[in-house]
C-alpha cells in the first residue's frame, strides 16, 4: 500500500501563492501519473492538474496559465505551484497516485492522500 501525504496548504489573500507538496511512502511501479484534485464546497470532486511518468502534465481549464504541476523524482515529490489564487479556487486538494496517464480521471489512480485545505480570502 501506498500512502500519501500532502502539505502546503494554508490561506491567502487573493492574488496570493501557495505551494502543495505530495510525497508518496514508496515507489508505485509502472503507474507512475500523479494527479491533483479538489473538491469545492458544496461541489463534487474535479482534476485540476496532472502529471505522468514521461512528465506530460494536463490542467483544468480554470487553473490553466495560473498553476503549475511538477514532480522532483529524487525524492519523490510531486508540486502543485498555485498563482493568482482566487477565492474559487478554496477547497480540500488532494494528491492521488498510481494512475497510468497522469490525466484529470480521478478513475485512473489508487491511491489517495487524504488532502490539504487551501482558503483563499478576497
Known amino acids: 500500500q501506498v500512502q500519501l501525504q500532502e502539505s502546503g496548504g494554508g490561506s491567502v489573500q487573493a492574488g496570493g501563492s501557495l505551494r502543495l507538496s505530495c510525497t508518496a511512502s514508496?515507489?508505485?511501479?509502472?503507474?507512475?501519473?500523479v494527479g491533483w484534485f479538489r473538491q469545492r464546497p458544496g461541489k463534487e470532486r474535479e482534476g485540476v492538474a496532472g502529471i505522468s511518468g514521461d512528465g506530460t502534465t494536463s490542467y483544468a481549464n480554470s487553473v490553466k496559465g495560473r498553476f503549475t504541476v511538477s514532480k522532483d523524482n529524487a525524492k519523490p515529490t510531486v508540486y502543485l505551484q498555485m498563482n493568482s489564487l482566487k477565492p474559487e479556487d478554496t477547497a480540500m486538494y488532494y494528491c492521488?497516485?498510481?494512475?497510468?496517464?497522469?490525466?484529470?480521471?480521478?478513475?485512473?489512480?489508487?491511491?489517495w492522500g487524504q488532502g490539504t485545505q487551501v482558503t483563499v480570502s478576497s
Open positions: 514508496r515507489d508505485t511501479g509502472a503507474r507512475k501519473g
Open positions: 492521488a497516485a498510481g494512475g497510468w496517464y497522469g490525466n484529470l480521471n480521478e478513475n485512473d489512480y489508487f491511491f
